[in-house]
């Protein structure tokens, strides 16, 4: 698919590809240098609505994705309010992952990096898909939620986990599957939204790194088991390497501002 780039330097060898500028993602995120944010939180439109069907994930050789569907009663999820103007549509969503010795997180809160992170993209409703939005300066709005390992013994199976564990039925590059049993996308990510959150101006962390992104990062995590996350362990990328640590080194902060909401 015309792909030519990889996570073997984490993004160092993409500086061909990724041209561009001083508003490059993810960051550093720091709860006590982050401007305190006093304006709206984010709403999440229909976030707890059933969705109509059932997952489709795909692994497309840098990371696994999957399309948003509509809920039950045919609306799509969206975003307002925080720094946004308009609604933003949930599109997609996808993960960035480590290995079984290293965290695989892109933003970094308080110095620490996680296990592993959610992205969950949002178009503007000005543009008709993505392949528009991600040229518009507004176009897109991508809401991250870490991901932390916990050690459970007789852990229950949540709409997360068997997302995660279903990764085995699309081991290579170009693979599809269905993953059974409905949720809400506030179910899938375990019910963290509408908390703490950073919100600054920033890019796609994949070529071409694109600074179309206002990025929304919850400070809550969910949580998965070991026995969940090691199944992404396994997956193979474009170059049939093992796809791990699909993650970009943080990008200096130059002229920004980060805004931190305390709920
Ligand atoms: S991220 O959230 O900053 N990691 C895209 C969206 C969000 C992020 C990164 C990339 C995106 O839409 N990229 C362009 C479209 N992709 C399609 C895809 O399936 O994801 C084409 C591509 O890069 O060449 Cu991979
Ligand atoms: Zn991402």
């Known amino acids: 698919n015309g792909m030519e780039w ?3 330097k984490n993004g160092k060898d993409w500086e061909d590809l ?3 500028g001083k508003h490059q993602s993810p960051i550093l995120l720091d709860s006590r240098t982050a401007r305190k ?6 709403t999440f439109w229909h976030y707890y609505r059933l969705l109509k069907r059932p997952f489709y994930i795909r692994n497309n050789g840098h990371s696994i994705s999957l399309d ?7 609306r799509k999820p969206f975003i307002t309010g925080g720094r946004l103007k308009g609604r933003y549509y949930a599109d997609g969503l996808h993960f960035h992952w480590g290995s079984y010795k290293s965290r695989g997180s892109e933003h970094l809160i308080n110095k620490r990096r996680f296990d592993a992170e959610i992205h969950i993209v949002h178009r503007n409703e000005k543009y008709r898909n993505i392949a528009q939005a991600v040229r518009q300066k507004d176009g897109l709005a991508v809401v991250a939620i870490m991901v932390a390992i916990v050690r459970k013994d007789n852990a229950k199976s949540t709409p997360l986990s068997r ?7 699309v081991p290579i590059e170009d693979s599809n599957a269905t993953v059974f049993g409905q949720s809400s996308l506030d179910q899938l990510i375990g019910g963290v939204s509408h908390r703490d959150f950073f919100t600054y101006e920033g890019s796609l962390t994949t070529p071409l790194c694109d600074e179309t992104v206002t990025w929304i990062v919850f400070t809550e995590t969910t949580t998965v088991t070991m026995s969940s996350v090691s199944k992404f362990w396994l997956l193979r990328d474009h170059w049939g390497h093992r796809l791990i640590n699909n993650y970009r080194i943080v990008q200096d902060l130059n002229n920004r501002t980060v805004f931190y909401k305390k709920r």
């Open 68 to 74: 948003i569907p509509v809920t039950s009663n045919g």
């Open 163 to 169: 997302l995660m564990e279903a990764v085995v039925r």
């Open 18 to 20: 990724c041209s561009s």
């Open 37 to 42: 944010w006093v304006l709206p939180g984010i």
């Open 6 to 8: 990889n996570y073997l």
